[in-house]
């Protein structure tokens, strides 16, 4: 039975996603809702000049509609006693997921409104995430669904890290959330990526036996998947920041589900290497004068080593395939 309703939630989510871009993406490019290509970027992305953004809409709304439609469901059909705890880290991870995309909706219409491509300030952005995060916390922490202690994959340890647990995990989500934004770079990466990601807590989910987490991954991998459609190379239409902040808060909100946060480290190795790649480019250029890389993030590094935009979505989702491989086994 309940694989029937993640069936079910993953096909209505996928239908959702996929016919909602027949409608939007005109509905976008009436609006003048183009994006805005950065000066700094590869020089041939300024033929991306004008294609519609925000379009992480599509798949927001079938993740939601279908997650919050296949709990009820699962909840009338099976007759089982609701898991109380599962069900608050559930809607809670969804309200973080919808906020931090309400705040990437804010930055897209402020960019696409000055015809630039910077939104909210990096400040403004920042005590956003932060105040939302701590909502987050807050909310997990009086309702009794988080505790300060640490489960650490593959050698059954635990820390607990007192007070200290929610400035890491403020630090976690931030830095979790910002770090999906920045690989959402090319036609197709950051769904790719992240359609993974999903697929693999479907799995986790199974294993610890949490239906409510398998019914959330299944929706949000199967509305990537409809999304993909319009996106993949050549994509007929961005995310942009609405959908990647969406993501960033989901990947979130997965961890949280089972009650690993840390987990985030190895199935989001990819956005962390083009975090890091960042980072490092930056600390690099201020001390040294140098590069390291062409252009950071990491992906714009391999286009300019002519690397195809569809060669570096495999390599990514391949590498990230098997780090959730990786994973499962130490879940």
């Known amino acids: ?6 069936l079910s939630v993953a096909v209505i989510s996928f239908l959702i996603s996929a016919v909602s871009g027949k409608f939007l993406i005109p509905f976008l490019r009436r609006l003048k809702f183009g994006q805005t290509i950065k000066e700094i970027g590869p020089t041939w992305h300024k033929k991306k000049q004008g294609t519609p953004t925000m379009g992480g809409i599509m798949f927001i709304l079938a993740t939601v509609l279908a997650t919050v439609a296949g709990y009820f469901t699962y909840i009338s059909v099976t007759g089982e006693e609701v898991n109380s705890v599962e069900t608050i880290r559930l809607f809670a991870g969804l309200c973080l997921a919808i ?3 309400f705040m990437g909706f804010v930055d897209d219409y402020i960019s696409v409104i000055k015809k630039r491509n910077l939104g909210l300030k990096a400040s403004q952005k920042l005590i956003i995430q932060v105040l939302i995060a701590l909502a987050y916390l807050l909310v997990l922490r009086l309702s009794g669904a988080v505790s300060t202690i640490i489960d650490v994959p593959f050698i059954s340890t635990q820390f607990n890290l007192g007070i200290l647990y929610y400035p890491i995990m403020v630090f976690v989500i931030v830095g979790t959330a910002n770090a999906v934004n920045l690989t959402d770079g090319i036609d197709g990466l950051a769904g790719s990526v992240t359609f993974i990601v999903c697929v693999s807590f479907i799995m986790f989910a199974a294993k610890l036996a949490l239906s409510y987490t398998g019914i959330f991954a299944a ?6 998947l409809g999304f993909l459609v319009w996106n ?7 995310m942009g ?6 993501l960033g808060g989901t990947v979130v909100a997965f961890a949280f589900l089972i ?6 480290i190895l199935v989001g190795i ?12 930056v600390i690099s250029f201020k001390t040294t004068g140098k590069r390291i ?3 950071s993030p990491i992906h714009h590094h391999f286009e300019l080593c002519n690397w195809s935009e569809i060669k570096i979505v495999t390599v990514f989702s391949i590498v990230t395939a098997l780090f959730c491989v990786i994973s499962y086994f130490g879940i």
């Not at 039975?1 to 993640?6: A, Y």
């Not at 920041?241 to 969406?246: A, E, I, K, L, R």
């Not at 990819?270 to 480019?281: G, H, R, T």
């Open 1 to 6: 039975m309940q694989g029937i309703i993640l």
């Open 99 to 101: 906020l931090y995309g």
């Open 219 to 224: 929706a949000a991998a199967a509305a990537l």
């Open 232 to 238: 993949f190379y050549p994509a007929k239409v961005i």
């Open 241 to 246: 920041d609405t959908g990647s902040m969406f």
């Open 259 to 264: 009650d690993m946060p840390i987990i985030i």
């Open 270 to 281: 990819i956005y962390f290497i083009e975090a890091l790649s960042v980072i490092l480019q």
């Open 293 to 295: 890389f062409k252009m």
